[in-house]
C-alpha cells in the first residue's frame, strides 16, 4: 500500500506555494486549491483578448516577478541567521542533493540577474541573531541587510526599536503568491510590518498543525479512514467525535498496570506546545483588533473556559487518551509512539512529516483538528510559533531599501518556483498517491492556518496568553478565570507598550 504521505506533501507544496491574499482578507478566501504545478492564468497573467479562447496554461516558471531591470554592481545581500533555519537562504556549493542545489541556483540566478552576491552570517540561534540587531542599531553600523529569526522572539527587536516598516520598501508586492499573507496582514499594525514571512521561509507550513491517523491501528479499533474523511466532508468533525472515537482505546500492552508510553491508546500529545492548536482549532481568538486596528486581549471567554474544561478530561480521565507529563513519560512521546503503532491519533506539524514519518512502514493518513461544534463553519488550527520571519534593521538607510526589497522580491519568487516543488519532491521520493481524500483534507488544514498576532509578543507584552492553554493543561489546572485575572491589569499596561512600538499616540 503506498503511504498516503506523499499526496500529503505534493499538496502541502502546492496549495502553500498559491496561498496569496489582500490585506484584510480571511483564511478560507485566501487559500487556492492547486493539483499541478500549474498557475490559473486568469490570477497571474493578463486576460486573453479573445474571450472565447481557452486561457493558456501557465507554470510557476511562467509567472513574472514585475522587478524589472537592475545592476547593483555586485552589492553583496547578507542575512543574518541561526544555523538551526541556514537552509532557507543558503546553499554553499552543490552537493547533489536536490534541496540544497535547489537553493544554490536560486541565488545563483538572482545573483547573475541583478549582479549582486547573497551571504549569510550564522549564528548560534534567535538569541544570537537578536543580539547582534539591537548592538547593529545601537551603533549605527551596517554588517548585514536583514535577519531571519523564529517568530514568537519578534517583541525583542520591535520593542527596542531596531527594524523597519516592510511597507516602506518600495520593490515588494506582498500580494503576489511568493508571500504569506495570512501571516503578514495578521502582523501588520498601523500600516506597520515590522516582521514578514514568505516562500524564502518554509517553516510557517512545516510548523502547520494537523491531526495524523495510523489507518492499520485505526482499523484495528473499528475506525476506517473513509469514516473520518467523511466526517469531516460533512461538517461533523468536531472535539466531541473524537473524543467519542478514541477515548475508550487502551491495551496495556506489557500487562504491568501502568499507563505509561509503552502502551497503545486511541489519542497521545505531551500536553505542551501542540496544545496551543486548540483554541485556533476552536475558533477562540488570543487577540483581535479594535475599531483602530490595534491588538486587544480576546481569550477570556465561556467558550476558553469550556475548551480547557474538555480537553483537560479528555487528556487526564479517559483511558484512550494519554496526555500527561507524568515522569513515566518523556516530553512528545506522541511522536515515537505514532511511529512504533501504538496509537491511533496524534497532533503534529508537517515537518514531523519529513523528519519522523516518511520512513513509517504503516500507512498514515491527515486530518484537520476537529471543530468545536458543527455550528463552526471551518476548520482551522495553528502555526506553531517557531516560523521564520524576516526583518530590516532600523540602521538600513532609506537608499538601501530598493536593494533589499529587489533581491528579497526576487529570492520569495524564485523560492516559490523552484525551491519549494523540489524540497518536497525529496520528501516524496518521486512517489505520488491518488489518494484524494488526503489531498483534500491538507487543502482544509491549510485554508484554516491561524497566525494570532498575540504569538509576536507572547513571552513579554502579552503577558503568556497565547500559552495560558497550555501550561493550564500541562499544570493540570482547570481555572482559566483565575489565572487571568492575576495578570489582567498587567496586561493592560504592557499592550499599551505595543502601542507605542506602533506609532499609537496615547
Not at 538569541?127 to 517568530?151: C, I, K, R
Request: with cysteine; glycine share 6%; charged share 20%.
Amino acid at each position: 500500500m503506498k503511504k498516503t504521505l506523499s499526496l500529503i506533501l505534493a499538496m502541502l507544496m502546492l496549495l502553500s506555494a498559491f496561498t496569496a491574499c489582500s490585506e484584510g482578507g480571511t483564511a478560507a478566501e485566501d487559500t487556492t486549491a492547486a493539483v499541478s504545478d500549474t498557475v490559473d492564468s486568469a490570477s497571474d497573467a493578463p486576460a486573453a483578448e479573445d474571450t472565447e479562447a481557452e486561457p493558456a496554461e501557465t507554470t510557476r516558471e511562467d509567472v513574472k516577478d514585475g522587478l524589472g531591470d537592475y545592476n547593483f554592481n555586485g552589492t553583496s545581500f547578507r542575512a543574518a541567521q541561526p544555523e538551526s533555519s541556514s537552509y532557507e537562504f543558503y546553499a554553499e556549493e552543490l552537493t547533489g542533493e536536490s534541496t540544497n542545489d535547489a537553493v544554490y541556483n536560486r541565488n545563483l540566478r538572482v545573483e547573475e540577474r541583478f549582479n549582486a552576491e547573497i551571504e549569510t552570517i550564522n549564528f548560534a540561534n534567535t538569541t544570537a541573531v537578536l543580539t547582534e540587531v539591537n548592538n547593529l542599531v545601537a551603533s549605527g553600523s551596517d554588517a548585514f541587510e536583514v535577519a531571519t529569526h523564529v517568530a514568537y522572539k519578534a517583541y525583542t527587536p520591535i520593542g527596542n526599536g531596531a527594524y523597519r516598516n516592510w511597507y516602506d520598501v518600495p520593490t515588494v508586492d506582498f500580494t503576489r503568491p511568493w508571500w504569506n499573507n495570512l501571516a503578514n496582514t495578521q502582523n501588520t499594525i498601523n500600516g506597520i510590518l515590522y516582521t514578514a514571512t514568505g516562500d524564502i521561509n518554509i517553516t510557517s507550513l512545516l510548523n502547520t498543525y494537523a491531526m495524523f491517523f495510523n489507518m492499520e491501528v485505526a482499523a484495528n479499533f473499528g475506525i476506517m479512514a473513509a469514516d473520518l474523511y467523511n466526517y469531516v466532508y460533512e461538517g461533523t468533525w468536531t472535539i466531541d467525535k473524537m473524543i467519542e472515537l478514541t477515548s475508550s482505546i487502551y491495551v496495556d500492552e506489557n500487562g504491568d498496570g501502568i499507563r505509561d508510553n509503552g502502551d497503545t491508546y486511541g489519542y497521545a500529545a505531551w500536553p505542551g506546545i501542540s496544545s496551543d492548536a486548540w483554541l485556533a482549532a476552536f475558533d477562540q481568538p488570543i487577540s483581535t483588533k479594535d475599531d483602530e486596528g490595534f491588538p486587544q486581549a480576546a481569550i477570556m471567554t465561556d467558550k476558553t473556559v469550556a475548551a480547557l474544561e474538555k480537553i483537560y478530561n479528555f487528556y487526564y480521565n479517559t483511558d484512550g487518551a494519554l496526555g500527561t507529563t507524568s515522569a513515566l513519560v518523556s516530553a512528545e512521546y506522541e511522536v515515537t509512539m505514532f511511529v512504533n503503532n501504538q496509537v491511533v491519533m496524534v497532533p503534529s506539524i508537517f515537518n514531523d512529516a519529513f523528519t519522523e514519518y516518511r520512513h513509517m512502514d504503516a500507512t498514515y493518513g491527515i486530518i484537520p483538528y476537529p471543530k468545536w461544534d458543527e455550528a463552526q463553519s471551518q476548520y482551522l488550527t495553528n502555526a506553531r510559533d517557531q516560523y521564520t520571519v524576516i526583518g530590516i534593521p532600523l540602521s538600513k538607510t532609506d537608499d538601501s531599501l530598493e536593494f533589499i526589497g529587489v533581491i528579497t522580491e526576487a529570492l520569495a519568487a524564485e523560492s516559490w518556483k523552484t525551491v519549494f516543488p523540489e524540497y518536497y519532491n525529496v520528501a516524496l521520493k518521486g512517489k505520488y498517491s491518488s489518494d484524494r481524500d488526503t489531498a483534500n483534507m491538507v487543502d482544509l488544514v491549510l485554508a484554516g492556518r491561524n497566525f494570532d498576532f498575540a504569538f509576536l509578543f507572547g513571552e513579554q507584552q502579552f503577558q503568556r496568553l497565547p500559552y495560558f492553554f497550555r501550561d493550564l493543561l500541562a499544570a493540570g489546572d482547570t481555572n482559566f478565570a483565575s489565572k487571568y485575572a492575576k495578570i489582567e491589569k498587567a496586561l493592560n499596561k504592557t499592550l499599551g507598550k505595543i502601542r507605542e512600538f506602533y506609532g499609537y499616540e496615547g
